[in-house]
T-cell receptor, first 111, second 114 residues
Framework: GAGVSQSPRYKVAKRGQDVALRCDPISGHVSLFWYQQALGQGPEFLTYFQNEAQLDKSGLPSDRFFAERPEGSVSTLKIQRTQQEDSAVYLC?????????FGPGTRLTVT | GENVEQHPSTLSVQEGDSAVIKCTYSDSASNYFPWYKQELGKGPQLIIDIRSNVGEKKDQRIAVTLNKTAKHFSLHITETQPEDSAVYFCAAPRDTGTASKLTFGTGTRLQVTL
């Protein structure tokens, strides 16, 4: 079946621009996670949704990061006024129980 | 919160040999331990996981063992093949229960040589 999809796969932004990253979870998965992966590192937790409710946003690095999942399905991670340190791969994962299934990620490069 | 340490950071084995990657965790309440394989340009792929009520789980050439007393778990790959070459991550939940955010290890780059 269809897995988790993310778009765009690659995004280049100039410093100061706003970006929006989209995640389409596996159909029926209640839980959705966003992670940030720096080069050569493991994924780091950003935020978590259960249906449309954002239950944990403790990993968001600053108030420039905002995530939403208004209808409990597709989610968008928005980064305002991008900085060079925001350059990373942003991964989305969905889950119906214990297992988390990841999408291919969006590679964000801020120049 | 949970702290996960993983080693080695790189591992090179000859095709057909076994590979072992080890992780330790800090929170004794952690109860779910997945392993992910990540190939270049792709997202992490769940390859095997284990819950705290068992000590070992096997799926074809891949096995995971868990020692709750020592708070460590290991990934074992037997009869390695070139397509096993990738970065492997262990993880543990920061909270108990399902749908918990994961803390990942720093990764092991496995290279299987012919």
């Amino acid at each position: 079946g269809a897995g988790v999809s993310q778009s765009p796969r690659y995004k280049v932004a100039k410093r100061g621009q706003d970006v929006a990253l989209r995640c389409d979870p596996i159909s029926g998965h209640v839980s959705l996670f966003w992670y940030q992966q720096a080069l050569g590192q493991g994924p780091e937790f950003l935020t978590y949704f259960q249906n449309e409710a954002q239950l944990d946003k403790s990993g968001l690095p600053s108030d420039r990061f905002f995530a939403e999942r208004p209808e409990g399905s597709v989610s968008t991670l928005k980064i305002q006024r991008t900085q060079q340190e925001d350059s990373a791969v942003y991964l989305c994962a969905s889950s119906s129980a214990w297992e988390q299934y990841f999408g291919p990620g969006t590679r964000l490069t801020v120049t | 919160g949970e702290n996960v340490e993983q080693h080695p950071s790189t591992l090179s084995v000859q095709e057909g040999d076994s590979a072992v990657i080890k992780c330790t965790y800090s929170d004794s309440a952690s109860n779910y331990f997945p392993w992910y394989k990540q190939e270049l340009g792709k997202g992490p792929q769940l390859i095997i996981d284990i819950r705290s009520n068992v000590g070992e789980k096997k799926d074809q050439r891949i096995a995971v063992t868990l020692n709750k007393t020592a708070k460590h778990f290991s990934l074992h790959i037997t009869e390695t093949q070139p397509e096993d070459s990738a970065v492997y991550f262990c993880a543990a939940p920061r909270d108990t229960g399902t749908a918990s955010k994961l803390t990942f290890g720093t990764g092991t780059r496995l290279q299987v040589t012919l």
